[in-house]
């Protein structure tokens, strides 16, 4: 039996390095830097990390940094933060041409948004993120470039 990564706390934890796309690599391989998981950010600074994320074509890295808001965020807030994870590792499962899980992400990230668009918090786009969304959902194999299919989070 091989012996798990573990964290300081003992909780299993994948310490391979990964791609731009969050595939894990060979031990020893070099790979993209990783957002450090467990940090609590103001929510303008999870938006900007994400979106600076999503720009580079890191949308793994952004559904990282945007999960990490899901957990501390208020309890008002949790699905707005779940959805906008979703929908960045639906990007994901585009990017890396996995059209069924992306379409399944896309539309669930959709859902957990769309209650918070007429008043979205934080000036997050939810319209534009839920017209996004859909359109990716019905056809995520257009996208050939995470970066130049990244959204916009804020208006």
């Given at each position: 039996?091989?012996?798990?990564?573990?964290?300081?706390?003992?909780?299993?934890?994948?310490?391979?390095?990964r791609?731009?796309?969050?595939?894990?690599?060979?031990?020893?391989?070099?790979g993209?830097?990783?957002?450090?998981?467990?940090?609590?950010?103001?929510?303008?600074?999870a938006?900007?990390?994400?979106?600076q994320?999503?720009?580079?074509g890191?949308?793994?890295h952004?559904?990282?940094?945007?999960?990490?808001?899901w957990?501390s965020?208020?309890p008002?807030?949790?699905?707005?933060?779940?959805?906008?994870?979703q929908?960045?590792?639906?990007?994901?499962?585009a990017?890396?041409?996995?059209?069924?899980?992306?379409?399944?992400?896309?539309?669930?990230?959709?859902?957990?948004?769309?209650?918070?668009?007429?008043?979205?918090?934080?000036?997050?786009?939810?319209?534009?993120?839920?017209?996004?969304?859909?359109?990716?959902a019905?056809?995520?194999?257009?996208?050939?470039?995470?970066?130049r299919?990244?959204?916009?989070l804020?208006?």
């Open positions: 039996m091989t012996s798990r990564d573990r964290d300081a706390e003992g909780r299993a934890r994948n310490a391979r390095p791609d731009a796309l969050g595939r894990p690599l060979p031990h020893g391989a070099v993209e830097p990783r957002a450090p998981e467990g940090i609590v950010r103001e929510p303008a600074v938006l900007a990390e994400a979106q994320l999503l720009d580079a890191r949308p793994f952004a559904h990282e940094v945007l999960e990490d808001a957990k965020s208020p008002e807030e949790r699905q707005l933060w779940r959805g906008l994870a929908l960045a590792v639906g990007l994901t499962h990017a890396r041409g996995n059209l069924s899980g992306a379409s399944t992400l896309l539309e669930r990230g959709v859902g957990n948004v769309v209650p918070y668009a007429a008043g979205p918090p934080h000036r997050i786009d939810v319209e534009g993120l839920v017209a996004w969304g859909r359109a990716l019905s056809d995520p194999a257009s996208v050939r470039d995470a970066a299919s990244a959204p916009r804020r208006g």
